[in-house]
């Protein structure tokens, strides 16, 4: 029942997030629209709202009743044994200290490089594919390959060292 509610709750985030990013988008003067891929910033808008749902997800319903548990073993230790239930819980706060710190520190300056590579690739396929026929005219398709090989490339590379990190 609750994972229906949740489904409810998060679409109606989720909507409000695209639709939120698009008004700013919107917002914003026709010198950066000039100057920015419309697939680049199409990417970065769709990827924040599913980050949102993998990040809710994960907390809601991946986390929560793990924490819940674990903070229901730690109480049900201490009114038994009372150092017991201190060391499990002092234990579980470390462990959670620990991953948290790696997380932000260690794994995510990777991934937002990536994230930012992706996003071009994203912004530099989809304006390639726009301009197809003025390459064509000017039969620069070799060209056009090797800009876009450029651009996948460096996403390649951002990738496999952020999917590193995340491993390690």
Known sequence: VYLRLWIVFAADVMRRLLDDGFARVQRF???????????????????????????????????????????????????????LGLCFAGAVIVFLTVSIGLSLRYVAPKNRIANDADTNVGGALADAVTCNPTVKAFGAEAREEVRLGVVTRHWQLSSRHSWRRSLD
Not at 57 to 72: F, K, N, Q, R, T
């Open 29 to 83: 003067a026709t010198d950066w629209h000039v100057n920015n891929f419309a697939g680049a910033t199409v990417r970065r808008i769709t990827r924040g709202m599913w980050a949102y749902d993998g990040l809710a997800d994960l907390l809601v319903i991946d986390l929560g009743p793990s924490l819940l548990l674990l903070a229901s073993f730690a109480l049900a230790m201490y009114l038994r044994e009372p150092m």
